[in-house]
């Protein structure tokens, strides 16, 4: 599940306050969480309560946002446990998988608001425990809307229309290089395992949430139209060797996260 965190652009980057991908187990709930958003817009946000307001409720340390759900409820019934699940609550930093985790897919489920375990962590413990510190916690739910991270329907049709000309110029590219003839039906003929393949990307990563993401877009999309292309070429009696493979991989590699590369480039020199 995802938790959101304070961060900062003072320096000119922007820098998490708890890096991304770290693992935190809050007992209040039973679950274990993943670092995955920002908590905090604007071009200022280490000025926000986020990254510097922990330290108003008690002796709490750190700012955290919590991802409750609630899509499907009411919205008393989410506020109610938004307020439930808010307040000041042990986080245990990279925590062991022995924690006792609560039944349920997300802290409201099936009419349930699944808080309120309390800050101690029961079950049996063994090996090195997790770094524990008092954590202010905030929640969002389905109800709530983050514009910063919102992507326009525009950016994903962009990137969507992007890899499909990079894939269709490959396809035009090898083609050409063996001078083979009916361009425009060859190209597609080329292309299509290809196309294919990006788009079993596209869906399985959810390319569209951050579809200029290297990690998120870029990698399973070119992974998506490699694998998946040369198994549609195997499938369909087309040539399926080890050069062209090697350079199908390049090729895709330098279209598909090449661009991406670029625009996260072009978006930090904005930043400064």
């Given amino acids: 599940m995802t938790l959101a965190v304070g961060h900062s652009r003072s320096t000119g980057e922007d820098v998490l306050d708890i890096p991304a991908g770290t693992r935190i187990y809050l007992p209040d ?3 274990y969480f993943i670092v995955e958003d920002t908590c905090g817009d604007g071009p200022k946000p280490e000025e926000g309560p986020c990254h510097t307001g922990a330290a108003k409720f008690g002796n709490a340390s750190l700012w955290i946002d919590m991802l409750i759900g609630g899509k499907d409820e009411s919205g008393s019934f989410v506020r109610n446990c938004a307020r439930k699940a808010t307040g000041i609550t042990t986080a245990i930093f990279n925590p062991q998988d022995h924690y006792p985790v609560a039944s349920g897919q997300g802290v409201i489920h099936d009419g349930k608001c699944d808080a309120g375990y309390g800050a101690g962590v029961a079950g049996k ?6 770094c524990a510190a008092p954590a202010k916690l905030e929640t969002m739910s389905s109800l709530k809307t983050k514009p910063a991270k919102s992507t326009s329907v525009k950016a994903v049709l962009a990137a969507a229309a992007v890899d499909i000309l990079l894939i269709l110029a490959f396809a035009a590219i090898g083609r050409d290089a063996h001078h083979r003839e009916e361009p425009v039906l060859g190209v597609l003929q080329t292309a299509w395992p290809f196309l294919a393949g990006a788009a079993a990307g596209w869906v399985a990563s959810r390319a569209w949430r951050a579809p200029l993401s290297l990690v998120r877009a870029g990698v399973p999309v070119w992974l998506g139209s490699l694998v998946g292309g040369m198994l549609l070429r195997a499938l369909t009696a087309q040539t399926v060797v080890l ?7 390049l090729a895709l590699a330098v279209f598909l996260l090449g661009y991406r590369l670029l625009v996260a480039g072009f978006g930090r020199l904005r930043k400064k």
Avoid at 125 to 130: A, C, D, E, L, S
């Fill in 29 to 31: 709930v039973r679950r």
């Fill in 125 to 130: 413990k063994t090996g090195k425990p997790g």
């Fill in 243 to 249: 050069p062209f493979i090697i350079v199908a991989t």
